[in-house]
């Protein structure tokens, strides 16, 4: 994405044509996602966990046509008889493989009249006057639905079995470190979620102050070559380390290591991506890992993970002015010297290759790479309001689920921003997720406003 201006200040025409480039821009992606498989591995379920890519394909096009064109559009329904087998509440992502969906071929087709009716929807909308369509919300919601369905078709991707059908250039070379491995963030008041982000999701209203105590994060995420150390110390095998949910998790799983590594007879680490078997880089973030796996390993280090506002505090509070920015590098839009993001590398990059990301207080890969767990449950902000549907959000509220942010490597730039927020099982590997760590400082450090060398 380009550094446009904020949606607000961009006229109707304007809004239109950016609409219109980013609804492209995710269909392309979803098109490039199930182009590069037969139909025979389209209709097929690779994991029990996941939905057949052609499920997501033809229920990205449902939501728009529920949204775009019955809603805004107010257009009668194209397919009504289709709605229940694309709705994600009905049938588990186990189950649908056995439903009667749309062939590939129906899929497309599908796919292409709901997307006429939707940019007609889109030319006829004053974007104004209603709050579902006021800045284009509506056309923004079904551009980051698609989006998040297309990390999740590349998650599927990588749980396929065959030869490699999807491929990109390496990221960006390792840079070198400089500054510390960690960083005091002051105690006090920041600014948490937001209420004039036009596209923010309902999870992230309203904007609400947040007093934390002073705390140290990690400069960079937990990388592969650290996370190495932990398992060849034993830390799978010494219960000390585990909460007593996650240590019988380790057991019933049988974990061992991140998912997709397996270690050979000289001890060395492979990793499986999309297909390619390769050495485990040891400078990039750790990805494939649970919530469990992630305290287990910060426990181990003498620290333990951030909690959800601890992450947003560092990530988005600029400390000579008191505000809170989009990003961690300031309310310009990503650029690919920003974040690892959008799928163009099909990995995370070596921690150091995005210093202009960096936090006023050097906190860095905080958006793109890998989703990071934080210790905290899956709850609403004060005052939340379910809008515009409560399935998004509302009904997920409570449970085990643990939340995680910042963005992985597959996560488009008009899906991710400094108050996103995402939330899983903690027992879930197939996602894109890492972490980083924190902990409380020294009185020493705390009364110095620096965090010691570690």
Known sequence: MSHRAPLPELGAEELRTHVAELLARSRARSLALTDAVDDADLVAQHSPLMSPLVWDLAHVGSQEELWLVRDVGGRAPLRPEIDGLYD?????????????????????????????KALDALERSPLTGRRLVENGFAFGMIVQHEQQHDETMLATHQLRSGAPVLHAGPPPAAAPIHGPREVLVPAGRFVQGTSTEPWA??????????????????TYPVTNGEYAAFIGDGGYDDPRWWTETGWRHRHDAGLAAPR??????????????????????????????????????????????????EWEKAARHDPSTGRSRRYPWGDADPTPAHANLGQRHLQPAPIGAFPAGASPLGVQQLIGDVWEWCDSGWQPYPGFEAFPYPEY??????????????????????????????????????????????RDPSPLEAAAGTAGER
């Open 393 to 438: 959000s509302q009904v997920f509220f409570g449970g085990d689920y643990k939340v995680l942010r910042g963005g992985s490597f597959g996560t488009d730039p008009s899906a991710i921003r400094g108050t996103f927020r995402n939330w899983d099982h903690p027992i879930r590997r197939q996602i894109f997720a890492g972490f980083r760590c924190a």
């Open 88 to 116: 994600a509440f009905r049938h588990s992502r186990a189950s649908r493989v056995d439903l009667p969906l749309l062939t590939p071929a129906e899929t497309h087709a599908y796919l292409g009249q709901v997307r006429d």
């Open 201 to 218: 999701l309902d999870n992230e209203r309203p904007a609400h102050l947040v007093d934390l105590p002073a705390f140290v994060i990690d």
């Open 260 to 309: 997709f590594w397996e270690r050979d007879d000289d001890g060395t680490w492979w990793r499986r991506r999309f297909g390619v078997l390769e050495p485990v880089p040891d400078r990039e973030p750790v990805v494939h890992v649970c919530f469990h796996e992630a305290v287990a390993y910060a426990t181990w280090a003498g620290k333990r993970l951030p909690t959800e506002a």
